[in-house]
């Protein structure tokens, strides 16, 4: 019966698979994560690892001997990196808050709706956050020259005489919040502006019948809102100016008399011209602990706050 019917209708013979051997979810997601996991290993791990071991040893006689403490207790007795300190924690007390203080103002003024072309303005101060640490260090250093730098020739338009920027500790240390701050603060007002726009228009409405003015709505009702986002703005902030490297070896290299010295300029003043690298990741790692601990306390100032 089945012989006389079409080929066309014939029902072709099941056909019996090979078994499949099926992988596991588990092994799957070892084998999609595998490459990232093995470059987090080469790059990230690995010489995490070693620098820390070389923060254990010392050059001596051309061979790396372990010994233990010993770098980090140098550093105790070191007065160029507790100088070094000193400097960061002015520079850091001055330099986060200013900078905080003009991106909240300029995040206030950019989310108001009778300002034209606010996307043309975000983008313009938001610029200074994508040109590179060298050439916008390399342009502050021309614009604050003693002789011929444009900032000189202003004064002295307004009949003020020359100042001597980079070469005086003090003007030293604003010339170099300055720049650091002109970078910045377009970059975290886009970010406080973000948080900003979360806020619903409701809320300020409702402040408006309560018979709150513009500065008890922004203090009572946005800035409560706001302070995760402020929160986020100051830690990396924070956490920048412990870095700072690139702005303060272009415009200073740590000078005059060490008025600029960070402790990551002074690491690569000890890694790469005096050559003791094991010192310097002793510094590296100092530095990483430093980050940490200001970070944690940050953390926990704001969550004390919240409790209140």
């Known amino acids: 019966m089945t012989s006389s019917l079409p080929a066309v209708l014939r029902k072709p013979a099941a056909r019996t698979a090979p078994a499949r051997r099926r992988r596991s979810p588990r092994t799957a997601a070892w084998l999609f994560a595998g490459p990232t996991t093995v470059l987090f290993a080469l790059f990230f791990a690995y010489p995490l690892g070693a620098s820390l071991y070389q923060s254990l040893t010392a050059r001596r006689d051309g061979v790396d001997v372990f010994v233990g403490l010993d770098q980090y207790r140098r550093l105790l007795d070191d007065p160029a990196f507790l100088h070094s300190l000193v400097n960061t924690g002015l520079i850091l007390a001055v330099q986060v808050p200013v900078m905080i203080g003009l991106a909240l ?14 996307s043309g303005w975000r983008a313009v101060f938001f610029l200074p956050a994508i040109t590179t640490l060298v050439a916008y260090a390399v342009v502050f250093q021309v614009l604050l020259r003693t002789d011929g730098g444009l900032a000189n020739q202003a004064l002295q338009a307004l009949g003020a005489g020359p100042v001597d920027w980079l070469n005086s500790p003090t003007w030293a240390r604003i010339s170099l919040i300055g720049s650091v701050t002109w970078r910045w603060t377009g970059y975290n007002a886009v970010i406080l502006l973000a948080g900003l726009q979360a806020i619903g ?108």
């Open 105 to 118: 103002v300029l995040a206030v003024l950019l989310n108001q709706s009778w300002l034209r072309f606010r």
């Open 201 to 308: 228009r409701d809320q300020y409405e409702a402040a408006a019948l309560d018979g709150a003015g513009t500065v008890r709505t922004y203090t009572g009702v946005v800035l409560p809102q706001l302070r995760p986002v402020v929160l986020f703005c100051v830690i990396t902030s924070t956490i920048g100016t412990l870095q700072l490297f690139d702005e303060n070896y272009v415009l200073t290299r740590g000078g005059p008399g060490d008025a600029t010295l960070t402790p990551v300029v002074y690491l690569y003043k000890v890694g790469f011209q005096q050559l003791d690298f094991g010192y310097a990741a002793a510094i590296a790692w100092v530095v990483v602990l430093i980050i940490a601990a200001v970070s944690l306390l940050q953390f926990r100032l704001y969550g004390r706050e919240r409790r209140r």
